[in-house]
Protein backbone atom coordinates (compact mmCIF):
# COMPACT_ATOMS: atom_id res chain seq x y z
CA UNK A 1 0.00 0.00 0.00
CA UNK A 2 2.84 2.18 0.45
CA UNK A 3 4.07 1.99 -2.50
CA UNK A 4 0.96 2.64 -4.33
CA UNK A 5 1.13 6.27 -2.31
CA UNK A 6 4.63 7.04 -3.30
CA UNK A 7 3.65 6.09 -6.95
CA UNK A 8 0.99 8.46 -7.11
CA UNK A 9 2.55 11.27 -5.40
CA UNK A 10 5.77 10.38 -7.73
CA UNK A 11 3.27 10.66 -10.56
CA UNK A 12 1.26 13.84 -8.94
CA UNK A 13 4.98 15.20 -9.03
CA UNK A 14 5.84 14.26 -12.70
CA UNK A 15 2.49 15.81 -14.09
CA UNK A 16 3.06 19.33 -11.94
CA UNK A 17 6.53 19.63 -13.42
CA UNK A 18 5.39 18.57 -17.14
CA UNK A 19 2.13 21.19 -16.68
CA UNK A 20 3.90 23.77 -15.39
CA UNK A 21 7.13 23.32 -18.35
CA UNK A 22 4.26 23.58 -21.06
CA UNK A 23 3.31 26.62 -19.77
CA UNK A 24 6.63 28.19 -19.47
CA UNK A 25 7.03 27.23 -23.15
CA UNK A 26 3.77 28.56 -24.28
CA UNK A 27 4.49 32.25 -22.39
CA UNK A 28 7.71 32.59 -23.84
CA UNK A 29 6.55 31.55 -27.37
CA UNK A 30 3.88 34.25 -26.80
CA UNK A 31 6.16 36.74 -25.71
CA UNK A 32 8.47 35.85 -28.70
CA UNK A 33 5.49 36.51 -31.38
CA UNK A 34 5.42 40.02 -29.57
CA UNK A 35 9.03 40.92 -30.01
CA UNK A 36 8.31 40.36 -33.32
CA UNK A 37 5.58 42.77 -33.56
CA UNK A 38 7.80 45.27 -32.29
CA UNK A 39 10.60 44.97 -34.37
CA UNK A 40 7.46 45.61 -37.26
CA UNK A 41 5.51 48.44 -35.55
CA UNK A 42 9.34 50.27 -34.48
CA UNK A 43 10.28 49.99 -38.53
CA UNK A 44 6.84 51.19 -39.14
CA UNK A 45 7.18 54.31 -36.85
CA UNK A 46 10.51 54.88 -38.16
CA UNK A 47 8.86 55.16 -41.50
CA UNK A 48 5.95 57.52 -40.78
CA UNK A 49 8.22 60.62 -40.69
CA UNK A 50 9.61 60.59 -43.45
CA UNK A 51 6.55 59.44 -45.11
CA UNK A 52 5.24 63.18 -43.23
CA UNK A 53 8.36 65.13 -44.28
CA UNK A 54 7.95 64.25 -48.18
CA UNK A 55 4.06 64.93 -47.51
CA UNK A 56 4.49 68.20 -46.09
CA UNK A 57 6.13 69.90 -49.45
CA UNK A 58 2.90 69.40 -51.46
CA UNK A 59 0.60 69.51 -48.53
CA UNK A 60 1.38 72.34 -46.37
CA UNK A 61 -2.42 73.69 -45.54
CA UNK A 62 -3.05 70.38 -44.71
CA UNK A 63 -1.10 70.79 -41.00
CA UNK A 64 -3.39 69.46 -38.83
CA UNK A 65 -3.92 66.39 -41.02
CA UNK A 66 0.07 65.61 -40.61
CA UNK A 67 0.25 66.56 -36.94
CA UNK A 68 -2.17 64.46 -36.07
CA UNK A 69 0.04 61.72 -37.82
CA UNK A 70 2.97 62.41 -35.79
CA UNK A 71 0.83 62.80 -32.52
CA UNK A 72 -0.65 59.72 -33.27
CA UNK A 73 2.28 57.95 -34.08
CA UNK A 74 4.41 59.22 -30.78
CA UNK A 75 0.81 58.17 -28.86
CA UNK A 76 2.00 54.63 -30.38
CA UNK A 77 5.38 54.98 -29.58
CA UNK A 78 4.96 55.74 -25.78
CA UNK A 79 2.57 52.59 -25.74
CA UNK A 80 4.61 49.78 -27.22
CA UNK A 81 7.38 51.15 -25.00
CA UNK A 82 5.04 50.59 -21.76
CA UNK A 83 4.80 47.43 -22.92
CA UNK A 84 8.57 47.19 -22.88
CA UNK A 85 8.55 43.39 -24.32
CA UNK A 86 6.82 42.20 -21.72
CA UNK A 87 3.32 41.27 -23.13
CA UNK A 88 1.93 39.99 -19.80
CA UNK A 89 0.69 43.16 -18.80
CA UNK A 90 -2.29 43.48 -20.51
CA UNK A 91 -3.56 47.01 -19.68
CA UNK A 92 -0.52 48.14 -21.78
CA UNK A 93 -1.47 45.68 -24.84
CA UNK A 94 -4.80 46.96 -24.61
CA UNK A 95 -3.55 50.57 -24.92
CA UNK A 96 -1.45 49.46 -27.14
CA UNK A 97 -4.13 48.25 -29.76
CA UNK A 98 -6.35 51.53 -28.94
CA UNK A 99 -2.73 53.71 -29.98
CA UNK A 100 -2.45 51.50 -33.36
CA UNK A 101 -5.92 51.94 -34.01
CA UNK A 102 -5.62 55.71 -34.18
CA UNK A 103 -2.35 55.53 -36.00
CA UNK A 104 -4.19 53.60 -38.20
CA UNK A 105 -7.02 56.28 -39.22
CA UNK A 106 -4.68 58.96 -39.29
CA UNK A 107 -2.39 57.01 -41.69
CA UNK A 108 -5.68 56.48 -43.58
CA UNK A 109 -6.91 60.52 -43.43
CA UNK A 110 -3.20 61.03 -44.91
CA UNK A 111 -4.01 58.74 -47.76
CA UNK A 112 -6.81 60.25 -48.70
CA UNK A 113 -5.71 63.07 -48.53
CA UNK A 114 -2.60 62.64 -50.49
CA UNK A 115 -5.05 61.61 -53.32
CA UNK A 116 -5.80 65.15 -53.83
CA UNK A 117 -2.24 66.07 -54.74
CA UNK A 118 -1.48 64.59 -58.00
CA UNK A 119 2.35 66.17 -57.67
CA UNK A 120 2.47 64.34 -54.16
CA UNK A 121 1.03 60.85 -56.03
CA UNK A 122 3.64 61.35 -58.18
CA UNK A 123 6.36 62.06 -56.48
CA UNK A 124 9.19 59.00 -56.57
CA UNK A 125 10.09 59.60 -52.58
CA UNK A 126 6.40 59.52 -51.43
CA UNK A 127 5.49 56.07 -53.92
CA UNK A 128 8.69 54.10 -51.96
CA UNK A 129 7.86 55.26 -48.96
CA UNK A 130 3.64 54.39 -48.88
CA UNK A 131 5.42 50.80 -50.48
CA UNK A 132 7.45 50.22 -47.73
CA UNK A 133 4.88 51.47 -45.45
CA UNK A 134 2.03 48.85 -47.33
CA UNK A 135 4.64 46.09 -46.91
CA UNK A 136 5.42 46.56 -42.89
CA UNK A 137 1.87 46.96 -42.33
CA UNK A 138 1.43 43.18 -44.01
CA UNK A 139 4.13 42.20 -42.02
CA UNK A 140 2.46 43.93 -38.63
CA UNK A 141 -0.43 41.79 -39.72
CA UNK A 142 1.33 38.67 -40.04
CA UNK A 143 3.06 39.23 -36.90
CA UNK A 144 -0.02 40.12 -34.74
CA UNK A 145 -1.64 37.06 -36.11
CA UNK A 146 1.19 34.75 -35.05
CA UNK A 147 1.14 36.47 -31.63
CA UNK A 148 -2.35 35.75 -31.03
CA UNK A 149 -2.10 32.48 -31.99
CA UNK A 150 0.46 32.06 -29.62
CA UNK A 151 -1.74 33.86 -26.97
CA UNK A 152 -4.83 31.80 -27.48
CA UNK A 153 -2.14 28.74 -27.27
CA UNK A 154 -1.31 29.86 -24.32
CA UNK A 155 -4.55 30.86 -22.75
CA UNK A 156 -6.31 27.57 -23.57
CA UNK A 157 -2.66 25.63 -21.70
CA UNK A 158 -3.49 28.20 -18.70
CA UNK A 159 -6.68 28.05 -18.45
CA UNK A 160 -7.86 24.01 -19.11
CA UNK A 161 -8.64 21.68 -15.66
CA UNK A 162 -6.37 20.72 -14.29
CA UNK A 163 -3.96 22.77 -15.70
CA UNK A 164 -5.16 25.65 -14.18
CA UNK A 165 -4.43 24.39 -10.73
CA UNK A 166 -0.81 24.79 -11.30
CA UNK A 167 -1.05 28.28 -13.42
CA UNK A 168 -3.02 29.95 -10.78
CA UNK A 169 -0.28 28.87 -8.19
CA UNK A 170 2.97 30.00 -10.06
CA UNK A 171 1.81 33.24 -11.87
CA UNK A 172 0.72 32.27 -14.80
CA UNK A 173 -1.42 35.21 -15.77
CA UNK A 174 -4.08 35.16 -18.73
CA UNK A 175 -2.44 37.07 -21.73
CA UNK A 176 -4.46 39.89 -24.04
CA UNK A 177 -4.41 39.52 -27.37
CA UNK A 178 -3.24 42.25 -30.07
CA UNK A 179 -6.63 44.06 -31.86
CA UNK A 180 -6.67 46.23 -34.13
CA UNK A 181 -9.44 47.42 -35.64
CA UNK A 182 -9.56 49.02 -38.78
CA UNK A 183 -12.94 51.53 -38.94
CA UNK A 184 -12.78 51.13 -42.66
CA UNK A 185 -13.70 47.50 -42.21
CA UNK A 186 -16.54 47.72 -40.64
CA UNK A 187 -18.10 50.26 -43.45
CA UNK A 188 -20.70 48.76 -45.59
CA UNK A 189 -19.25 47.91 -49.19
CA UNK A 190 -21.26 50.31 -51.47
CA UNK A 191 -22.64 48.84 -54.86
CA UNK A 192 -22.62 50.66 -57.84
CA UNK A 193 -24.40 49.51 -60.73
CA UNK A 194 -24.52 51.85 -62.99
Not at 116 to 137: F, G, I, V, W
Request: hydrophobic share 40%; aromatic share 8%; no cysteine.
Amino acid sequence: MEWVLIAIVVLLVVWAVWTYNRLVTARNRYKNAFAQIDVQLTRRYDLIPNLVKVAERYMSHERDTLEAVIQARNQAMDRLKQVGGDPTNSEAVRQLSGAEQGLSGALGRLFALSENYPDLKANENMMQLSEELTSTENRVAFARQGYNDAVMQYNILREMFPNTLIANNFGFRPAQLLEIEDPQKREPVEVNFS
